[in-house]
Nanobody
Framework: QLQLVESGGDLVQSGGSLRLSCAAS????????IGWFRQAPGKEREGVVCISDTGARTTYYIDSVKGRFTIARDNAKQAVYLQMNNLKPEDTADYYCAARGFADCPSTVQENYFGAWGQGTQVTVSS
């Protein structure tokens, strides 16, 4: 069974950078499109960005992260990364990765489109 584990979350000052990792096991990660989601304290979970199974397409679901967040995959390492630059306090959240097999990323965020989910990693951005 496909399993996902996130890592890389930390406490960082505003303007700093973090790279989150989503490590896959159980099946080759190149079968799956991978989406990143986040949930801020007291708020609902929201989609952030998704990369297609081939890596050819990136879909952003939040305008505020465009130009700051990038997603990439390294199938040889069975991992997908979220590079977050110029972090802001409003980026504070628990971040999750999720997988959808044999399909591209959805054009609009759909949580039920994804099957396997990780347990999350915490990102805190101070002022």
């Amino acid at each position: 069974q496909l399993q996902l584990v996130e890592s890389g979350g930390d406490l960082v000052q505003s303007g700093g950078s973090l790279r989150l990792s989503c490590a896959a096991s159980g099946f080759p990660v190149d079968y799956y499109s991978i989406g990143w989601f986040r949930q801020a304290p007291g708020k609902e979970r929201e989609g952030v960005v998704c990369i297609s199974d081939t890596g050819a397409r990136t879909t952003y679901y939040i305008d505020s992260v465009k130009g700051r967040f990038t997603i990439a995959r390294d199938n040889a390492k069975q991992a997908v990364y979220l590079q977050m630059n110029n972090l802001k306090p409003e980026d504070t959240a628990d971040y999750y990765c999720a997988a959808r097999g044999f399909a591209d990323c959805p054009s609009t965020v759909q949580e039920n489109y994804f099957g396997a989910w990780g347990q999350g990693t915490q990102v805190t951005v101070s002022s």
